[in-house]
């Protein structure tokens, strides 16, 4: 398996690099890119299509509620309750 062209090694949450299930766990905003496969035997090697890999950053809720541009919905019940703090 590579990504943006260079092949990829095990470790680093990274594992099946030379298998044919690649598993990418705690994944970061560096990890984003264009992941391949390349199979060789005897007679020659081929490059699969790419699939792409976007990471979105995590925002935390104060400042994701403060942008005017992202849309809220809720369904269902939260598993969480606001409270009032009083002084």
Do not use: C, F, H
Not at 15 to 41: M, P, R
Not at 69 to 87: E, N, V, Y
């Amino acid at each position: 398996m590579a990504t943006d062209g260079t092949n990829l090694a095990n470790g680093s949450g990274v594992s099946g690099a030379t298998t044919a299930t690649l598993t990418v766990a705690n994944v970061s905003l560096a990890q984003a890119g264009n992941y391949s496969a390349i199979v060789s035997n005897v007679a020659g090697s081929v490059a699969s299509s790419n699939a792409s890999l976007t990471v979105l950053p995590t925002l935390p809720l104060a400042e994701a509620l403060d942008i005017p541009a992202l849309i809220w919905t809720t369904t269902g019940s939260p598993p969480w309750l606001g409270k009032r703090r009083d002084a």
